[in-house]
């Protein structure tokens, strides 16, 4: 299983971008999909997660500006990001735990990151 990540990239703060994150591989189901976010010289922090019941959890930092989503049919999870500030730059991760596969019930997986960066 992989997750395969896209849409990071520079704006100007203010701006929107949007996050997408595609699981790839043999399994049944996923239980928690999030979005993750390390920057540099800081401890990789939870920025937004989903369960697979659409229970939304958001850090305070990003409340009423981020808006995570999700495709059960095709296990897409998007962040929304929108009226971003230079403090949301950073490396973002897309994060699948409690994923179902054919070896076992509870496997986490990460993907590779993407660069969003917030110019002032």
């Known amino acids: 299983v992989q997750l395969v990540e896209s849409g990071g990239g520079l704006v100007q703060a203010g701006g929107s971008l949007r996050l997408s994150c595609a699981a790839d591989?043999?399994?049944?189901?996923?239980?928690?999909m999030s979005w993750y976010r390390q920057a540099p010289g800081k401890q990789r922090e939870l920025v937004a997660s989903?369960?697979?019941?659409?229970?939304?959890n958001y850090r305070d930092s990003v409340k009423g500006r981020f808006t995570i989503s999700r495709d059960n049919a095709q296990y897409i999870v998007s962040l929304q990001m929108n009226r971003l500030k230079p403090e949301d730059s950073a490396v973002y991760y897309c994060?699948?735990?409690?994923?179902?596969?054919?070896?076992?019930?509870?496997?986490?997986?990460w993907g590779r990151g993407t660069l969003v960066t917030v110019a002032s």
């Open positions: 994060n699948a735990d409690g994923v179902h596969t054919p070896a076992t019930w509870d496997l986490e997986v």
């Open positions: 989903i369960d697979d019941s659409g229970n939304t």
């Open positions: 591989g043999t399994f049944f189901s996923i239980i928690h």
